[in-house]
């Protein structure tokens, strides 16, 4: 069946609801941010369209008579069903778009994403990711520029994104076979921790702000810094040779530690986990391809979690 050459628009509909709700013109004038005058224009053209009184106007404001009760009800079903159907080709782009940008800190790039990818394209087999790596604080700036879905290590956040935990890790302090604590068969303190030189990654790394930040804690904000290196493998060579000590992802060193290149140590007193986040554009939303990457990663991390709790 055709629509009717004159139809009201959606605007008037949204605008009659608001009238009929708040009880008065002005207010929902006020509320659609468009004049008096222009809402109770629009008022009217809808009573015309519909040849039907749908307003009784009394000192104390708007009442909705009879028909305009019913008018009401039908509006907000016309109104709700566009948003529906605006909602359901928003949610038919985003399926037939096959390019998924994703902002991801370092750990998270080399050591989650490609499992959490894998299992997504599972059942979206032409989905072509685009993946950008950098510390959690430029991820952080990054997702606020572009609007793109962001993975971080950080407790960092800002007032226009939104977050969502996927996960935990851990960071282990680490030494080398040439390192003074190499031999020891009982933790170190948190004191001769902060005493000791470290190689940290650069400032705005996860990693190191979430292990300057418990340090901070325990009470030692000085710490004794012998270099910072944006490279964890880069880390990981230098410690090898070196008498300093470092806090690195598990992730990223089960390999070393277990074949002996690098050595774990416990810290007595001081707990090093940390919570792995998704964050996006509270203005953007996530799409649905980005939805179903959130919920990949939060399932995998429960079971990495059940499965080392």
């Known amino acids: 069946m055709a629509l009717a050459p004159l139809a009201p628009s959606l605007e008037s509909l949204e605008l009659f609801i608001s009238v009929v709700d708040m009880g008065s013109v002005s207010k929902a004038a006020h509320l659609h941010r468009i004049s008096q005058p222009s809402a109770s224009a629009r008022?009217?053209?809808?009573?015309?369209?519909?040849?039907?009184?749908?307003?009784?106007r009394t000192t104390q404001g708007c009442l909705a008579?009879?028909?305009?009760?019913?008018?009401?009800?039908?509006?907000?079903?016309?109104?709700k069903s566009a948003e529906n159907l605006m909602s359901g080709a928003q949610k038919l782009r985003d399926q037939t778009?096959?390019?998924?940008?994703?902002?991801?800190?370092?750990?998270?790039?080399?050591?989650?994403i490609p499992s959490w990818l894998a299992i997504l394209r599972k059942d979206r087999n032409t989905l072509i990711p685009d993946l950008s790596v950098a510390n959690s604080y430029q991820v952080i700036h990054n997702v606020l520029q572009s609007g793109d879905l962001g993975?971080?290590?950080?407790?960092?956040?800002?007032?226009?994104?939104?977050?969502?935990v996927v996960g935990s890790d851990e960071l282990w302090v680490l030494i080398g076979p040439k390192h003074p604590w190499a031999k020891l068969r009982r933790p170190v303190s948190v004191e001769k921790l902060a005493n000791s030189p470290l190689i940290l990654?650069?400032?705005?790394?996860?990693?190191?702000?979430?292990?300057?930040?418990?340090?901070?804690?325990?009470?030692?904000?000085?710490?004794?810094?012998?270099a910072e290196i944006g490279s964890t493998s880069a880390i990981k060579s230098t410690l090898s040779l070196s008498k300093s000590a470092?806090?690195?992802?598990?992730?990223?060193?089960?390999?070393?530690?277990?074949?002996g290149t690098l050595i774990r140590v416990e810290v007595s007193g001081l707990?090093?986990?940390?919570?792995?986040?998704?964050v996006w554009s509270k203005a953007k939303g996530v799409?649905?391809?980005?939805?179903?990457?959130?919920?990949v990663a939060s399932k995998t991390g429960l079971k990495r979690n059940s499965r080392h709790s």
């Open 97 to 112: 778009s096959n390019r998924l940008k994703i902002n991801a800190s370092y750990t998270i790039a080399e050591y989650l």
């Open 65 to 79: 008579t009879e028909a305009g009760i019913e008018i009401y009800h039908l509006a907000k079903e016309t109104v």
């Open 43 to 56: 008022i009217q053209e809808l009573e015309k369209l519909c040849n039907l009184q749908l307003l009784e």
């Open 151 to 164: 993975f971080i290590e950080s407790e960092d956040s800002h007032e226009e994104l939104e977050k969502a």
């Open 246 to 259: 470092t806090v690195l992802s598990k992730l990223a060193v089960k390999t070393e530690v277990a074949q």
């Open 271 to 278: 707990q090093l986990t940390r919570t792995l986040y998704a």
């Open 287 to 295: 799409s649905y391809a980005e939805r179903e990457l959130i919920k």
């Open 201 to 226: 990654r650069e400032r705005g790394s996860g990693t190191r702000s979430v292990f300057e930040s418990r340090m901070k804690k325990a009470g030692y904000d000085q710490l004794q810094l012998e």
